[in-house]
């Protein structure tokens, strides 16, 4: 295991740590997100993993992040429906944003390697696909679809400043 | 089967995407009470909609059977009611055992009003059932909320009656409070109101008493309730009342009717 590796799981495990006790009380307690928002940062794990890990190693991975973070919020496959599509998504939306020449060996999903309007495109795209699909599993029908629509926008919209907020703030190299 | 193994390999990462899709799908429905009462529940959003739509339209169907069957129903009612009445008339002013005095002198038929006028001078109703059903000539027709008419002519289906808003009927009725009794006709006024006449100068009468069938004809069982008085007044000289009387009924919505088959009537007339 070298030290890349090493680095993105302790780094994982801190925003798994955010998620879970900081983040998941402000949004289950609190009554002034409105109608019941949520902030996920977690996410970010799976978009910060290299670009040219293969896609059957990102999609698995989001699986078991996700099946970890449902045994935090007492809802079992919910939140690994919504990450595994995210991470099958990353590869399309990664090949649809690639950069003329292709990805470089040297590039990671980052503000520092790729610039802040890449990394808003990416991270939009790929958060918008995961909310979306979080809310309709979570409310599981189609029925109530002004209410889907409005909490993946809220979510969508206080997840975004929250990873943005890192990138700027951190300005993660890797 | 190379094909096969091509095939998997190449879409090996879009496979491992829809097992894993599944499996989570298969955890959320089978973990979560919430999802899976949903999974159950929202079929029946859809599906309640349309047995609801359907079940609407069939018991509108049906309420014309239900309601039949209610009048039906009322029309047995009304008979032993009249009969009881009858009874208790009878027995009041008898010594003889109790037994001897039970009487059925009433019989009711419950009907439909299919044709019915309001506004010419002699107004007719025609109602849907006719000498196959026991109606004759002469018979009373009574309504939930008063009295309707009088048959006039019957054929085997169908039967005629003269409303009571017609210049030739005149209905034997009472007032409840005082017994004073006169005849109720009616004056091409208003389908609204009536005139009872030949109450006596010397009888009681404020407006808003109750008017009721006096029973002293053979048409219509003693005491039901026709209306209420609205106002009263006597024509030059004479000594008897005019009193104009506001029908309980509302003649230009007659539906469901009865007809009174007062048996001591036939044998009357035999």
Redo the contacts between chains.
Sequence with gaps: MNRETLRHIIRGMLFLIVQVLILKRISSGSQWLWLNGEIFIYPIIVLLLPIRL???YV??IS?CL??FI?MFYD????H??AL??M??AR?IILSYLEPRGGYQLTMSPTRHSMGINWLLAYTSLLFIVYVFLYFT?????F?YVGKILVKTIITFLLSMMTIMGYHMLFNPRR | MNNLLLFIIRY???L??VL??M??????????D??RD??LN?ST?FSGKVYNAADKAYKYSYLQVIADSLASENAKLKTELFNLERTIQHIEGSEQPLDSCVLEPFRIINARVINNSIDQRNNHFTIDRGTNDGIRNGMGVISPHGIAGIIDQANEKYATAISILHSAARISASIKRNNFFGSLVWRELNPAYMILEAIPRQADIVVGDTIITSGYSFIYPRGIFIGTVHRFWTEGGSNYYTIEVKLHEDISRLDRVYVVDYKEMQMQSQ
Excluded: K, M, P, W
């Design positions: 293969s896609r059957h999609t698995l699986f996700g099946l449902d809802t079992v496959g919910i690994a429906f595994t599509a991470g099958y590869g599993v979570e409310i599981f029908t029925v | 090996s990462a879009f491992l995407f894993l899709e499996v989570a799908l298969v955890l959320i429905v089978r973990y979560n919430d999802q949903i999974f929202s959003v």
